[in-house]
C-alpha cells in the first residue's frame, strides 16, 4: 500500500517561528550586546583610572586650573604654581563663603603669590560651568594652552567638557589620586563611584556626538556672553573680592562644596 501525502488540512495550520518571535530574539541580542559593551567599557574606565601613572615632567603651560571639589586638588595647583609651571591659577567652583586666609592654608602659596597670580571663580556649580568659566577665563587672558588639576576619575569627563566649551584648547593633565588603600578595584563605594562617573562620562560623549566644534561657542568676556547664561558680567576675580573672614570651609573637599563637579560624594 502506497504512501498518501497529507491534504493542507489534515496537516494543521502550524507555521514557521512567527516575525514577532524572531524580532524579540533579536532584540534580546541587541541589549545582551550592548549590556556586554557597556561593562567592558566600564572595566577599561576603571583600570584606567586606577593603574599607577608614571612620574613625568610636566610642560609648562599659559595657566594652571584647578577644578574643586575633592581632596588635595588645590594644593597641588597651589604646588604647581610655586614651581613656576604657569604664570597664572584659576581655581573653578570656589564656595563664596571661602576666605583668603582659607585660600592661604588650601593652596599652599604666600600672600603676595595669591594676590597676584590666583583667580577664583565662585559661579561654576557643576563640571560645565567649571568648563564655561575655564574658556572664558583662558579666553580673556590669550592662553592656549593650560595645565588641568582635578582627581583621577573626574579626568576624562572634565577634559572633554573643557576641550568643548574652548573650543579646543591644549589640556596637560595633572590627575590627583583619590584612592589611597592597596585595592581600590575590590572596594564597593569605590566601584560605586566609579560606576557613576562612567555614565556621566558616556553621557557627556553622547550629547556632543558629532556636534563638538559647533557646540562650543567662542567665549568673549562680556555681559551678553551665552556660555554664562544668566549669571552676573564675567569678571576675574581676585582674592580681594573675597569676604576677610569666615568659616574654615575647604573648597577642595566634597563638603564645602557639594555638588561640584564630580557631582556625586
Known amino acids: ?8 488540512a489534515e496537516r494543521g495550520t502550524k507555521s514557521p517561528p512567527s516575525k514577532l518571535r524572531n524580532f524579540a530574539g533579536f532584540v534580546r541580542f541587541l541589549i545582551l550586546s550592548c549590556l556586554i559593551m557597556l561593562l567592558v567599557g566600564f572595566a577599561v574606565f576603571a583600570i584606567s583610572v586606577e593603574k599607577p601613572r608614571k612620574a613625568a615632567p610636566l610642560p609648562k603651560a599659559d595657566g594652571i586650573v584647578v577644578l574643586t571639589g575633592g581632596t588635595g586638588r588645590m594644593f597641588q595647583g597651589g604646588q604647581l604654581l610655586l614651581d613656576g609651571q604657569a604664570e597664572r591659577l584659576l581655581a ?29 571663580d565662585t559661579a561654576a556649580e557643576d563640571t ?18 593650560i595645565i588641568l588639576v582635578t582627581s583621577d576619575y573626574h579626568m ?9 566649551a574652548t573650543g579646543g584648547i591644549r589640556i596637560t593633565p595633572f590627575a590627583v589620586d583619590s584612592y589611597v588603600d592597596d585595592n581600590p578595584l ?6 560605586g563611584l566609579l560606576w557613576r562617573e562612567y555614565l556621566k562620562l558616556l553621557a557627556v560623549y553622547v550629547r556632543d556626538t558629532g556636534n563638538r566644534k559647533a557646540g562650543a561657542p567662542t567665549p568673549v568676556p562680556a555681559p551678553s556672553d ?24 575647604k573648597p577642595d573637599t566634597p563638603d564645602a562644596q557639594p555638588d561640584n563637579n564630580d557631582e556625586t560624594p
Do not use: F
Request: with cysteine; glycine share 8%.
Open 1 to 8: 500500500m502506497g504512501l498518501r501525502r497529507k491534504s493542507k
Open 92 to 120: 573653578t567652583g570656589v564656595s563664596k563663603s571661602v576666605s583668603a586666609k582659607d585660600l592661604l592654608d588650601l593652596l599652599g602659596v604666600s600672600e603676595q603669590l595669591l594676590t597676584c597670580c590666583v583667580d577664583i
Open 128 to 145: 560645565v560651568g567649571n568648563a564655561r568659566e575655564t574658556a572664558i577665563w583662558a579666553a580673556a587672558l590669550g592662553y592656549e594652552h
Open 156 to 164: 576624562a569627563r572634565a577634559k572633554l567638557e573643557i576641550t568643548t
Open 186 to 191: 575590590t572596594d564597593t563605594r569605590r566601584l
Open 226 to 249: 551665552a556660555m554664562r547664561e544668566r549669571q552676573s558680567a564675567p569678571k576675574i576675580t581676585g582674592p580681594k573680592t573675597l569676604p576677610q573672614s569666615g568659616p574654615a570651609a
